[in-house]
């Protein structure tokens, strides 16, 4: 079992709509979780990071967080071709000393 | 704020050939990692340093791939000798805390290693 697994994708969403990411993990100590966006040819860029049970939101970003279920989302609203990028969903594992990153989940915004 | 520093920002070279990359991280972060990335897959943690010691290379092959941090500031991966695996981006990113992370990092831009 992957320690952090994602939907590869493509994820195909139109211009407007939400888009929905997902991730799972597997090491149920993990306690920060991350959001990276990364652009064809470019270093991911950290977008969001949530540490509690629920949702935080910041701008069209909205991340939910639920540790029993151990699963990570990202919500994107009123998507724009701009979103069309790979994003990684990252933890820190239970021992709290590094990052492990998801192979990502591809999100196309289509006109 | 200057941001995590790489250097080069390509490289092609032949297999059985040496390679190195640099890295300055972000002024006064005690914390750097470099992460490979192959294409179509996450990044993956190669070496983790805090100030200029070794914290985790649990996944750095060690017989081909070293690293150093001198002076806890810049950093250097090298590979001796390449494989045609080897082929990736290579990522430094650099972290204001300690070992715990738990801020994300700043990545700088990557070197690309192509090997032939």
């Known amino acids: 079992q992957k320690e952090v697994e994602q939907n590869s994708g493509p994820l195909s969403v139109p211009e407007g709509a939400i888009a929905s990411l997902n991730c799972t993990y597997s090491?149920?100590?993990?306690?920060?979780f991350f959001w990276y966006r990364q652009y064809s040819g470019k270093s991911p860029e950290l977008i969001m990071f949530?540490?509690?049970?629920g949702d935080k939101e910041d701008g069209r970003f909205t991340a939910q967080l639920n540790k029993a279920s151990q699963y990570v989302s990202l919500l994107i609203r009123d998507s724009q071709p701009s979103d069309s990028a790979t994003y990684l969903c990252?933890?820190?594992?239970?021992?709290?000393?590094?990052?492990?990153f998801g192979s990502g989940t591809r999100l196309s915004i289509r006109p | 704020e200057a941001g995590v520093a790489q250097s080069p920002r390509y490289k092609i070279i032949e297999k059985r050939q040496s390679v190195a990359f640099w890295c300055n991280p972000i002024?006064?972060?005690?914390?750097l990692y470099w992460y490979q990335q192959i294409l179509g897959q996450g990044p993956k943690l190669l070496i983790q340093?805090?100030?200029?010691?070794?914290?985790?290379d649990s996944q750095l092959p060690k017989d081909r791939f070293s690293a150093e941090r001198l002076k806890g500031v810049d950093s250097t991966l090298k590979i001796q000798p390449a494989k045609l695996e080897d082929s990736a981006v290579y990522l430094c990113?650099?972290?204001?805390?300690?070992?715990?992370?738990?801020?994300?990092?700043?990545f700088g831009s990557g070197t690309r290693l192509t090997v032939v």
């Open positions: 990113a650099s972290s204001p805390a300690d070992t715990r992370a738990n801020y994300g990092y700043t």
């Open positions: 090491d149920r100590g993990s306690q920060s």
């Open positions: 949530i540490y509690s049970n």
């Open positions: 990252a933890v820190i594992n239970s021992s709290a000393s590094k990052i492990i």
């Open positions: 002024s006064g972060h005690a914390t």
């Open positions: 340093f805090q100030n200029n010691g070794v914290v985790d």
